[in-house]
């Protein structure tokens, strides 16, 4: 029988990033898929309010929803597209291991960095369990106050979140004092911030 070689293409290799120009990255202007970065981050805007920030933390800090090892995590993300991303159109477990190993290229003696680099995004799988994307993706922001014009989409994405309604949390400081330091400032509920509370719960 004549043996056939398999020709195998590595999809990720039109997203690397030696194939951009660094001020191309993060385009939130006119990406290929930016109608539906644009309402990722809308929607964002709208419902993350400061009660459903609570909500949601009260939710996933119960760490009642699964255990999965790393690479279990990992195998999961191949179901997840972000679809806050305008740079990558392709499963985040693509994106993990891209992040590994551009971090061991960069510091190769950093063994715990290449490990970030790979885990960074884990708290994504919320997405695979009923959590909306509004509340797992994307950049994050404090809530409690008004939000800072530097947010992606500015202020005007904010419209439709009641909290600019509400005189306690609409201000520049909103629920917080100046100086107050961050450990006292609640940012909007997504992976950053599952990530952070599943490695603090382990390490108690």
Excluded at 104 to 112: F, N, T
Excluded at 149 to 173: T, W
Excluded at 181 to 187: A, H, K, P, S
Aim: charge should be negative; proline fraction near 5%.
């Amino acid at each position: 029988m004549e043996t056939v070689p398999v020709l195998i293409l590595d999809p990720s290799d039109k997203y690397r990033p030696d194939h951009k120009d660094e001020q191309q990255f993060r385009n939130y202007e006119n990406a290929i898929n930016i109608d539906r970065v644009k309402k990722t981050y809308y929607d964002m805007h709208t419902y993350q309010t400061y009660h459903f920030v609570q909500d949601r933390t009260q939710h996933w800090t119960k760490f009642n929803h699964t255990e999965l090892t790393v690479m279990e995590a990992l195998e999961k993300l191949n179901a997840l597209v972000d679809e806050s991303d305008p740079d990558i159109d392709l499963p985040n477990s693509v994106h993990a291991f891209q992040t590994a190993e551009r971090v061991r290229a960069a510091h190769p003696d950093l063994d715990w960095f290449h490990l970030v680099g790979l885990i960074h995004d884990l708290g994504k799988v919320m997405a695979l369990y009923g959590e909306p994307q509004y509340a797992v993706v994307g950049d994050t922001f404090p809530v409690g106050c008004k939000p800072s014009d530097s947010i992606v989409f500015g202020q005007k994405s904010f419209r439709g979140n009641p909290d600019i309604d509400n005189p306690n949390y609409s201000s520049q400081l909103g629920i917080y004092e100046e100086h107050c330091g961050l450990d006292n400032v609640i940012m909007s509920w997504g992976h950053d911030g599952r990530d952070f509370k599943v490695v603090y719960n382990e390490n108690k």
